[in-house]
């Protein structure tokens, strides 16, 4: 029993005691007044010491339930400032408490909950078969402490990642948990960071660009795989080095000072730079440096990305290069020349200069393409580049713009005549055989036309149209020559195009005929022949002349199709024809160097020959001298192969070209076609009258029969019957008629009337 119970037990038996009973052993009057008093003394000492302890106590409560309170407003604080939650787990009375809950959850969240509502509305599905996990192992013992991130709901219904962490604070006597305590942190920012970095690292790692952290003073901090497979470097061979480990030494130490100069003033530098791997190979980097900040927006590092872009600029000056040069020649192509060719111009301007065009383009190229190859046509194109440039100035243009095409643009230049002294020159140089291979060297010729800046125009367009006119002109010269623009000649052009318009459709509208012209033998004036000739009449613009259309059809490859019905047509004349009794008449067909060189000529003609049924020793081919040497050795098979087929062969406009006597030889033919110009002025000219005479004494010698074409007159007939000419064709015999006129001439002509003829010598 405690002093306060004692002095309380003391004070209640004194005052139960009856008054005046005897409380010891003084029994008068006064004694019992004073035991009274001092009983009452006592008592009031005793309730003044009660009331002591009593406020003492009290005291204690108040200052335990301060402490507690104070502690529990700091616990409070702590969380409230923290955000966190504390979690006490009744596990007995399945009753969750929660302190701080607001915090984490936001306003509204409940404090107390039981463990099923926890279960069911509190966390996530996905989350609790794994938290129910953590929890067991740690009550059973398995772990010292429960910790797990999940999902949980806040009071908005949105899911928030928590980290919790707790443990059994209470167990009973048979250790079985009683209660389990611990708190709940919102990570949802920490792990979203997380989510973040790993992301970024994941990146990084991915990324075909080398990225480097670097520090304030340039060393390096870290680095991804990249960089260590564009550099050679491993990240633990670089980390802590200077970043000067990759300098190059095509960019000077000054450099890379400015670079460094700009970084450290703006916080970022982009550029192109030259940088070192570790085996020594230099490559070219896109490299993009840029400062990183702190929280506090200090800086506090540099990031580098670092892109190879070697191979990137390579082939970028690859495509400029397709772009501006022909891939053949490696001269500068049609993009380029109009480039080149406008500069020159503004120059022109300013100077007050001319500028010259030369348009030039190989003549009768596709022929020998054709009989050569391909590979042999370009090796042929590029010598004649080559020919090209070393005959002009080193500081004109030489381009391809494609084909046999070739332009020359003349600056400075002085005056018309110093532009005709050029093209002279060009024309001086093809005059040399071009070498094409260890075994060809091939004779070509070009043609040329030539524009001026500002004779006749102002601008690169027109400029290079206007010389390509001139071009066509110089071929319908002749070839192998040039000429200069004038506005004549845009009329022609535009002629010619109008020409090649209606030519292309002639075939489909059926505008093509034929004429004959008959051949007499001179020996006995009997008709041994006749030469079919093309003629066309064009719907739009009348009759064309085989000089104009012959030539378009060669160049655009429409002679294929029309010699192919030039030839059917005339062996069909040649059959009805026989069906009247003329078998001993033979027909002549012209065929060009492309029906020799592209088509399947023999196969063709083998094919017609056995359609119609007509013999082919009744049937010449005729191909001109010139067609013939510039394609001496391909064309020489096929007429052997036609030759084998039993066709005849003759070479038409003998003398105006350059003939091989040695090829001459070689050929398989049978006739040689004395061209008219020769014949024209026979009693006239006394060469005329020589080279004849030597071509029929040459043909003989060969055991070739010799025609003259072109005969007019009497006196010619005379000559050439006097120097043993075979036969003759021409317009003292006949003019070329259609197939009915000619047939009706050959059955009504009497040999007699010739064999009259004397000779004027």
Aim: aromatic share 6%.
């Amino acid at each position: 029993m405690g002093p306060a119970a004692v002095v309380g037990a003391c004070i209640a038996s004194v005052l139960a005691a009856p008054a005046g009973a005897a409380v010891g052993p003084v029994s008068a009057p006064g004694a019992s007044w004073l035991l009274q008093a001092v009983l009452f003394g006592i008592a009031l000492f005793l309730s003044w010491l009660l009331w002591r302890v009593w406020s003492h106590r009290r005291r204690q409560e108040k200052s335990l339930l301060g402490e507690i309170r104070e502690r529990e407003e700091r616990l409070n604080l702590a969380l409230w400032g923290s955000g966190d939650e504390f979690w006490d787990w009744n596990i007995r009375d399945n009753s969750l408490y929660r302190l701080g809950a607001n915090q984490l959850l936001g306003q509204g969240s409940r404090e107390e909950l039981s463990t099923d509502d926890w279960r069911t509305h509190s966390i996530h599905p996905e989350d609790l078969p794994r938290v129910q996990k953590l929890l067991q192992e740690h009550i059973v013992g398995h772990t010292d402490v429960f910790e797990s991130e999940h999902r949980i709901r806040n009071a908005r219904g949105e899911w928030v990642w928590v980290r919790s962490r707790g443990k059994v604070v209470e167990r009973d006597a048979a250790g079985s948990p009683l209660r389990m305590a611990g708190t709940a942190r919102d990570i949802t920012v920490i792990r979203r960071a997380e989510r973040e970095r790993r992301v970024a690292l994941e990146v990084l790692r991915s990324m075909s660009e080398a990225v480097a952290v670097i520090d304030l003073d340039f060393r390096f901090i870290s680095v991804n795989p990249a960089f260590s497979r564009i550099t050679g470097y491993s990240e633990e061979e670089v980390i802590g080095q200077n970043s000067r480990l990759l300098d190059s030494s095509q960019h000077s130490a000054e450099f890379y000072r400015r670079v460094r100069d700009v970084l450290e003033r703006t916080g970022h530098w982009a550029g192109e730079m030259w940088q070192r791997r570790k085996d020594g190979e230099e490559f070219l980097g896109w490299i993009e440096m840029s400062e990183v900040r702190d929280a506090m927006g200090l800086r506090s590092h540099f990031v580098a990305v670092v892109n190879d872009i070697t191979d990137k600029k390579r082939a970028e000056q690859e495509l400029r290069y397709l772009a501006n040069y022909d891939t053949l020649t490696g001269l500068p192509n049609r993009a380029l020349l109009s480039e080149r060719l406008g500069r020159a111009i503004v120059r022109a301007r300013r100077q007050e200069t001319r500028v010259a065009v030369l348009f030039l383009d190989l003549d009768r190229f596709k022929d020998i393409n054709d009989s050569l190859g391909h590979a042999a046509g370009d090796r042929l194109l590029k010598a004649a580049a080559t020919r090209l440039q070393a005959t002009v100035g080193a500081s004109d243009t030489v381009a391809r713009l494609g084909g046999d095409e070739f332009t020359v643009v003349l600056e400075d230049v002085e005056s018309i005549p110093a532009v005709e002294r050029m093209a002279r020159e060009i024309l001086t140089a093809f005059s040399m055989p071009l070498e094409v291979d260890e075994r060809h060297d091939v004779s070509i010729t070009p043609s040329l036309g030539i524009s001026l800046y500002p004779d006749h125009a102002l601008v690169p367009t027109d400029l290079l149209k206007f010389a390509d006119t001139a071009m066509y002109q110089a071929k319908a010269e002749g070839r192998n020559t040039y000429q200069i623009y004038n506005e004549t000649m845009d009329a022609e052009s535009r002629r010619r195009a109008t020409v090649l318009a209606s030519l292309r459709k002639a075939l489909d509208r059926g505008e093509f005929r034929l004429v004959y012209q008959p051949r007499m033998a001179l020996a006995d004036g009997r008709i041994t022949g006749v030469e079919s000739l093309l003629r066309w009449h064009s719907a739009e613009l009348g009759e064309i002349p085989p000089t104009v259309f012959i030539p378009l059809a060669e160049e655009s490859g429409l002679i294929l199709q029309i010699g192919d019905w030039v030839l059917s047509e005339a062996l069909q004349t040649l059959k009805r024809w026989r069906s009247h009794g003329l078998n001993e008449i033979s027909i002549g067909v012209n065929v060009s160097v492309l029906q020799l060189l592209r088509g399947n000529l023999p196969e063709q003609l083998r094919n017609l020959i056995h359609e119609l049924g007509v013999p082919a020793n009744r049937i010449e081919l005729e191909v001109t001298e010139s067609m013939v040497m510039q394609n001496a050795e391909q064309t020489t098979t096929v007429l052997n192969e036609l030759r084998k087929l039993g066709v005849t062969l003759a070479i038409d406009d003998f003398g105006t070209g350059y003939s091989s006597l040695v090829y001459l030889k070689r050929l398989p033919i049978d006739t040689l076609k004395i061209d008219k110009e020769f014949i024209g002025d026979l009693t006239r000219d006394p060469d005329d009258e020589a080279i004849t005479a030597t071509v029929i004494t040459m043909g003989h010698s060969l055991g070739l029969n010799v025609i003259a074409e072109g005969v007019e007159s009497e006196q010619q007939l005379s000559y050439l019957r006097e120097q043993g000419c075979d036969e003759i064709q021409g317009f003292w015999l006949s003019p070329p008629l259609d197939a009915h006129r000619c047939l009706a001439f050959i059955r009504s002509w009497q040999p007699a009337t010739v064999a009259a003829i004397p000779a004027p010598y």
